[in-house]
T-cell receptor, first 112, second 114 residues
Framework: AQSVTQPDIHITVSEGASLELRCNYS??????LFWYVQSPGQGLQLLLK??????LVQGIKGFEAEFKRSQSSFNLRKPSVHWSDAAEYFC??????????FGTGTRLQVFP | EPEVTQTPSHQVTQMGQEVILRCVPI?????FYWYRQILGQKVEFLVS????????KSEIFDDQFSVERPDGSNFTLKIRSTKLEDSAMYFC????????????FGPGTRLTVL
């Protein structure tokens, strides 16, 4: 079945540490891929997206993600986390329809 | 920067009542969507809408749900007879094209059914 998997439900890092959030997809062809962030009580904000071309994409707030076809992955990274990055992060895929398929999310907690 | 807006931000209703959730998509967008997120769960697709008709709907979107674009700016989701399990955050989204389309999300309406 078509799906997006985020294996880490909850991640805790110290402020200033590096971050990597994992995302895997299972589709026959490469879908379009997205990362969204949701702060408590807020809506979904697009961090970055991958459609084609360069497999390393830059987003807002210092985030980047790397698409790896061989691993069916689209992991989100940030070199140095800030306390304000604490939020829920959702990976999403857009296969050959206009229906976004979301992962279950990863809750990021940042300690000072 | 244009954005999707949703009203109300929070709606509390009694079980069995009808609710209408409102959305104003970005003005030049032609494709409209509703998603929902039950507390603690992932965001789920409900329905997509284009050219004044439903393009696709999920199994969640049963006869109790309907969508409408009553004028040139609003896009509404109606739940005819709410159930406790309809309590969720409902997100509206819009986009400029269909497949392989970036969708812009509104801030959501939190629906609480008592």
């Amino acid at each position: 079945a078509q799906s997006v998997t985020q294996p880490d439900i909850h991640i805790t890092v110290s402020e200033g540490a590096s971050l990597e959030l994992r995302c895997n997809y299972s589709y026959g062809a490469t879908p379009y891929l997205f990362w969204y962030v949701q702060s408590p009580g807020q809506g979904l904000q697009l961090l970055l997206k991958y459609f084609s071309g360069d497999t390393l994409v830059q987003g807002i707030k210092g985030f980047e993600a790397e698409f790896k076809r061989s691993q069916s992955s689209f992991n989100l990274r940030k070199p140095s986390v800030h306390w304000s990055d604490a939020a829920e992060y959702f990976c999403a895929a857009l296969p050959n329809t206009d229906k976004l398929i979301f992962g279950t999310g990863t809750r990021l907690q940042v300690f000072p | 920067e244009p954005e999707v807006t949703q009203t109300p931000s929070h709606q509390v209703t009694q079980m069995g009542q009808e609710v209408i959730l409102r959305c104003v998509p970005i003005s030049n967008h032609l494709y409209f969507y509703w998603y929902r997120q039950i507390l603690g769960q992932k965001v789920e697709f409900l329905v997509s809408f284009y050219n004044n008709e439903i393009s696709e709907k999920s199994e969640i979107f049963d006869d109790q749900f309907s969508v409408e674009r009553p004028d040139g700016s609003n896009f509404t989701l109606k739940i005819r007879s709410t159930k406790l399990e309809d309590s969720a955050m409902y997100f509206c989204a819009s986009g400029t094209s269909g497949d392989y389309n970036e969708q812009f999300f509104g801030p959501g309406t939190r629906l609480t059914v008592l």
